[in-house]
């Protein structure tokens, strides 16, 4: 069976040994994560945004994936945990000087670098090209190399040619395109930081409703004032009680007592200047009250029983 016209076969060709792993090529892996989107897979162009676990998103395609949650969208899962425009924050990157542009080389005669990178780090200059450390801040976005961060030490953005200033704490920091065990860090700081904001208004509302009965329940201010009969007076939750000296009469001069403390509600039968006709209209008249014959029996239970 073969091996006719002086043909030799090789080792290879008649022993099938263990395929080789194919090993992916770092460049062209690092090229996926800092230069095409991470959920639509295009380019990356502006306005570009961030997730809170430092992936990189064009911006319309976020707004497509949550106007349309469907399952059958690609790459669903990378951005499953983003609930609305609040989970991401839009960039403020410097561009790279030495970037030409993907017209650069349309004619195939140009070495193409895929070490250059459309971005660069403000304060070092280094490429966002995925060999250097990158992070963005939550508070302003602006976008740094971890060699800038350590070499210059402040609490304020200094990103050069943009008037930002915000200050920002460690807790800010988010890492670009970090490894697993950073994206892990990243999704428990995530969740933390999502269940704290939904404690805080039970919070308050429990809050709101023990401060109701609190305040009524503490010593309000009351001033009462007293008429020259000799009642007593309280004065800014005082318990103290002192009668009130009559004043002298004068043949010349009248006194005249307030007739109703205020904050205390006066009987309209009490009133001289209500005619009897007037009082009559109210349950209080002596008119309306129920004898004892009148009253409900405890057997019948009918209101008026005669």
């Given at each position: 069976?073969?091996?006719?016209?002086?043909?030799?076969?090789?080792?290879?060709?008649?022993?099938?040994?263990p395929k080789k792993v194919?090993?992916?090529?770092?460049?062209?892996?690092?090229?996926?994560?800092?230069?095409?989107?991470?959920l639509s897979t295009e380019?990356?162009?502006?306005?570009?945004?961030?997730?809170?676990?430092?992936?990189?998103?064009?911006?319309?395609?976020?707004?497509?994936?949550?106007?349309?949650?469907?399952?059958?969208?690609?790459?669903?899962?990378?951005?499953?945990?983003?609930?609305?425009?609040?989970?991401?924050?839009?960039?403020?990157?410097?561009?790279?000087?030495?970037?030409?542009?993907?017209?650069?080389?349309?004619?195939?005669?140009?070495?193409?670098?895929?070490?250059?990178?459309?971005?660069?780090?403000?304060?070092?200059?280094?490429?966002?090209?995925?060999?250097?450390?990158?992070?963005?801040?939550?508070?302003?976005?602006?976008?740094?190399?971890?060699?800038?961060?350590?070499?210059?030490?402040?609490?304020?953005?200094?990103?050069?040619?943009?008037?930002?200033?915000?200050?920002?704490?460690?807790?800010?920091?988010?890492?670009?395109?970090?490894?697993?065990?950073?994206?892990?860090?990243?999704?428990?700081?995530?969740?933390?930081?999502r269940a704290k904001a939904?404690?805080?208004?039970?919070?308050?509302?429990?809050?709101?409703?023990?401060?109701?009965?609190?305040?009524?329940?503490?010593?309000?201010?009351?001033?009462?004032?007293?008429?020259?009969?000799?009642?007593?007076?309280?004065?800014?939750?005082?318990?103290?009680?002192?009668?009130?000296?009559?004043?002298?009469?004068?043949?010349?001069?009248?006194?005249?007592?307030?007739?109703?403390?205020?904050?205390?509600?006066?009987?309209?039968?009490?009133?001289?200047?209500?005619?009897?006709?007037?009082?009559?209209?109210?349950?209080?008249?002596?008119?309306?009250?129920?004898?004892?014959?009148?009253?409900?029996?405890?057997?019948?239970?009918?209101?008026?029983?005669?």
């Amino acid at each position: 069976m073969g091996c006719d016209g002086g043909t030799i076969p090789k080792r290879h060709e008649l022993v099938k040994g263990p395929k080789k792993v194919e090993k992916v090529d770092k460049n062209a892996e690092l090229a996926a994560r800092w230069k095409y989107c991470a959920l639509s897979t295009e380019k990356l162009r502006r306005p570009i945004v961030a997730c809170d676990l430092g992936r990189l998103y064009n911006k319309d395609a976020v707004i497509e994936y949550l106007l349309d949650k469907s399952a059958d969208r690609p790459n669903s899962e990378v951005a499953s945990h983003l609930r609305g425009i609040k989970d991401i924050k839009e960039l403020n990157l410097t561009d790279n000087p030495a970037w030409e542009g993907e017209r650069r080389n349309t004619k195939g005669d140009r070495y193409e670098d895929m070490h250059c990178a459309m971005f660069i780090c403000p304060v070092v200059g280094l490429e966002m090209n995925g060999k250097h450390r990158f992070c963005f801040l939550q508070t302003c976005g602006c976008v740094f190399s971890d060699r800038a961060l350590k070499e210059v030490k402040t609490e304020i953005c200094h990103k050069v040619g943009h008037k930002c200033g915000d200050p920002f704490k460690d807790e800010n920091l988010v890492v670009l395109n970090g490894n697993k065990e950073e994206v892990e860090k990243l999704r428990e700081k995530m969740e933390e930081k999502r269940a704290k904001a939904t404690k805080k208004p039970k919070k308050n509302k429990v809050a709101e409703t023990v401060a109701k009965p609190s305040d009524s329940k503490e010593n309000p201010e009351s001033t009462e004032t007293v008429s020259s009969e000799g009642q007593t007076s309280t004065q800014n939750g005082g318990d103290n009680s002192q009668p009130v000296p009559e004043p002298p009469a004068s043949p010349s001069t009248k006194v005249v007592t307030p007739s109703v403390a205020t904050g205390s509600k006066r009987s309209i039968q009490t009133m001289e200047e209500k005619s009897e006709t007037y009082k009559s209209l109210f349950t209080s008249h002596s008119s309306a009250k129920r004898t004892k014959d009148q009253t409900s029996n405890w057997v019948t239970h009918t209101p008026y029983h005669f």
